[in-house]
């Protein structure tokens, strides 16, 4: 009989806002062809008044947000939780904990819960160890990145972030270096496993191979409406960045590499940067002074098919991040045979070999990033060997380490 999984994250797609947690969706779809999953995505409460959407227009969609959404099948539950900003926040898992309380224990009582799974750590973990205690369902959390290496520089996070993960049956890190960051907090290392995340083979699949196995990437590739409908110069190469425009993200860095390259007359390429976030208009004016606003163009957010062509016409993927868990979108590029220039932080020194599927530079330098641009560009690589350094994440084997784990939570 397959056990009922309820996952837990406020990174979920919403009908309003369907590129928000690609990577929870595509966990939770597989999780859902060998278990009974069911979603719950709590989401900030917002009024529906059009005097204050009038000032807080990007705060619109958040209103249209439906109550449940059924996805193939698994059915969404988004529900509306109360949030205050300043030092309120602080409250904010206690609020979604309460918000959630009664539609979960509902769907406990009628169809039991065999696992509480909370994707990410904070706040969504610390509301999942709050409902696993008052409604007695065991509880799995795992880590991703920035909710550890960031969220838990905070002492109020932290401390209610400890709590959760002591209180855990499992907790799950999908980089070793974030396994060995909880280990470190005090987090039991006999219930701690690393278990990557996955890629979706049939949207992101590697290049076809030349006979040689090494070659350079032409933009011919992708169809010309992709390119000429971003008013790309298809004569120059491209350095494709995809995430959230966020500083943690070190977009900043990027742009000032691209700089450093145009003053020395070495800037024979555009950077294309897929993806929304608080950093756009500060992006877009910082491309502006340093000169290079032809060169840099913001595409927005996009469907994971058409991240896949982006990384088909690419040159190279750039992840000039100051910290990460292991990214999902540098398994994507590998698995497209795509090479990544990405920061030596977190987890990415764990799929990155440096020369063999892309260059480690340090975080914060733009000089050594520009040159690893210039080496990244000119060097042929070995199509063959980048996709099959992520061999490893296929959803197939991680599911069946998670299904391990919720039996073993379970108990």
Request: proline share 6%; hydrophobic share 45%; net charge positive.
């Amino acid at each position: 009989m397959k056990k009922h999984i309820m996952v837990l994250s406020l990174e979920y797609p919403k009908p309003s806002l369907p590129f928000q947690g690609a990577f929870t969706a595509q966990f939770a779809k597989a999780l859902a062809k060998q278990s009974q999953v069911t979603v719950i995505c709590p989401t900030p409460w917002f009024p529906k008044s059009k005097i204050l959407l009038s000032f807080f227009p990007e705060k619109k969609p958040w209103t249209t947000i439906p109550k449940t959404h059924i996805d193939g099948n698994i059915k969404i539950h988004y529900l509306p939780f109360f949030t205050v900003p300043f030092i309120f926040r602080y409250l904010n898992a206690l609020s979604i904990a309460l918000a959630c309380r009664k539609t979960v224990k509902n769907i406990h009582s009628t169809n039991a819960i065999d696992v509480l799974h909370a994707y990410g750590v904070y706040p969504d973990g610390v509301a999942a160890a709050l409902l696993s205690k008052w409604l007695n369902i065991p509880n799995v959390i795992t880590a991703l990145g920035s909710d550890v290496n960031k969220e838990m520089q905070v002492t109020l996070k932290r401390k209610q972030s400890l709590w959760a993960l002591h209180r855990a049956a499992t907790v799950i890190g999908v980089s070793k270096d974030l396994v060995k960051t909880l280990i470190h907090y005090g987090v039991n290392k006999n219930k701690v496993h690393w278990v990557p995340t996955g890629v979706c083979r049939t949207t992101f699949k590697a290049q076809p191979v030349s006979s040689d196995s090494k070659t350079t990437n032409d933009h011919d590739i992708v169809s010309d409406q992709l390119l000429s409908s971003s008013a790309l110069d298809t004569s120059k190469k491209i350095v494709l960045f995809v995430g959230r425009l966020h500083p943690v993200k070190g977009l900043e860095i990027l742009l000032e590499a691209a700089s450093i390259l145009k003053k020395e007359k070495r800037l024979g390429f555009v950077i294309v940067l897929i993806g929304e976030g608080p950093l756009l208009q500060s992006l877009s004016n910082s491309a502006e002074a340093l000169g290079i606003s032809e060169s840099v163009i913001f595409i927005g957010p996009q469907p994971q098919t058409i991240v896949a062509q982006w990384m088909h016409a690419a040159n190279l993927l750039c992840l000039p991040s100051h910290m990460e868990g292991l990214p999902n979108v540098i398994l994507e590029a590998l698995a497209q045979s795509l090479p990544v220039v990405a920061s030596n932080v977190g987890g990415i020194p764990e799929v990155i070999t440096h020369n063999k599927n892309g260059l480690l530079v340090p975080a914060n330098q733009a000089d050594k990033l520009a040159e690893a641009l210039i080496c990244c560009l000119a060097k042929a690589w070995d199509k063959k060997l980048i996709a099959q350094s992520v061999e490893f994440a296929q959803w197939e084997s991680i599911i069946e380490s998670h299904l391990t784990i919720y039996a073993d939570s379970a108990q």
